[in-house]
């Protein structure tokens, strides 16, 4: 696989040298061209970065070397872990975001992104379900990837998580759905959140869970679909 080398000097040294990738987070640039989010990307000033980008031809830049500490996850939480930065892979597609005009990300970008992802889960040994979204780890400041990635893609190449269709016919009580869903979204990772006492942030909460699996419903309310699907990722 080729590719590119385009450095960015935003990045720090893992303390004594080492540091155990547990992670890949998946970004949009939310900017204009690529041209320009290189150019963010690699600007001090902007102090943010990612260890990838990929284009929406395909082609793919390093820009922050694998054993260095991208800045890209920002304040950020994932089940016990506080600062998503220090243990995982930071990839950027290039998407003008839903600032600017939200667009499909194309087949070649998603393919290459695939094969990408593959060798990072065979060189670190990551899990499967450790392929996240910004938005699901910084669900109260974040909606990258964003409803068009396609998650439900990469789970076929068994990357990430998802849920079967034939599955949906689940039949539950109701009336506790609420904390049976927060309680849920805790066991999968998703922080945040109190699971017995409901904020109005919460509302973000479910919209990032429902842009990742439940991408043509995002209302931000717990619905019956949205709460099984939940309960089928923690069974």
């Known amino acids: 696989m080729f590719i590119k080398n385009i450095k960015s000097d935003n990045y720090s040294a893992p303390r004594n040298g080492k540091r155990l990738i547990r992670y890949i987070v998946i ?4 900017m204009q061209s690529e ?17 990838y980008l990929i284009g929406k031809k395909g082609n793919i830049v390093s820009m922050v070397n694998e054993k260095n500490i991208a800045w890209h996850a920002g304040k950020s ?20 975001g839903h600032s600017n005009g939200y667009e499909n990300f ?7 992104l695939i094969s990408l992802c593959k060798i990072l889960i065979k060189k670190y040994k990551i899990k499967k379900e ?41 039949e539950t ?29 919460d509302r973000k909460i479910v919209k990032s869970f429902q842009q990742h699996y439940l991408p043509h419903n995002i209302t931000g309310i717990i619905d019956k679909k949205t709460f099984i699907i939940s309960h089928f990722l923690t069974s």
């Open 106 to 112: 194309s087949k070649i970008q998603v393919i290459k």
């Open 173 to 201: 009580n109701f009336k506790k759905v609420e904390s049976l869903f927060f309680k849920n979204l805790k066991k999968l990772g998703y922080r945040y959140f109190n699971i017995h006492k409901r904020k109005i942030t």
């Open 77 to 96: 939480k994932w089940k016990n872990i506080i600062n998503l930065n220090n243990g995982s892979i930071g990839i950027e597609l290039v998407n003008k």
């Open 27 to 30: 970004h949009y640039t939310g």
């Open 130 to 170: 450790n392929i996240l979204g910004h938005s699901d780890i910084a669900p109260l400041r974040k909606i990258d990837p964003g409803e068009k990635f396609p998650w439900e893609k990469l789970s076929s190449y068994n990357l990430g998580m998802w849920y079967k269709e034939n599955q949906i016919n689940f």
């Open 35 to 51: 041209r320009v989010s290189i150019r963010r990307l690699c600007n001090k000033n902007s102090k943010v970065s990612s260890h």
